[in-house]
């Protein structure tokens, strides 16, 4: 029995590629979209940072600004308070003594005193 060859010339080629479109994006266009909203992102950040610090700034220079009313307002408040003190010292005492050997201003120090105490 004879073999079995193969016909002149050959077989032809076997198709073992798929000529098919290829799905989804190519990596260098998924990294590129990835790479926009990442940039779109860090630029809101940096905006948000720079808001931050502005709002900062203008919130410890507004504090700079009050000092000189708050300061006022303290010395009112000493003086009303040491005003108080001499008319509450003459009217127990009778007159007002000089507890301090010069005439240089001392500013008074306050302690809040519960007023039940029992020893």
């Known amino acids: ?46 905006k948000g940072i720079r808001e931050r610090n502005e709002l900062a700034r203008e919130k410890m220079w507004g504090r700079i600004h009050l000092i000189p009313l708050l300061q006022a307002e303290e010395d009112r408040d000493l003086v009303r308070r040491h005003l108080a003190d001499q008319a509450r010292e003459k009217a127990l005492l009778g007159e007002n003594f000089k507890v301090y050997n010069s005439d240089r201003y001392v500013r008074p120090t306050f302690a809040a005193v519960p007023e039940n105490v029992t020893e």
């Open 1 to 46: 029995m004879p073999q079995d060859m193969p016909p002149a010339g050959g077989y032809e080629a076997v198709q073992y590629k798929r000529n098919l479109p290829t799905k989804g994006f190519r990596p260098a266009t998924l990294l590129g979209i990835a790479g926009v909203i990442m940039g779109y992102g860090w630029y809101r950040v940096i």
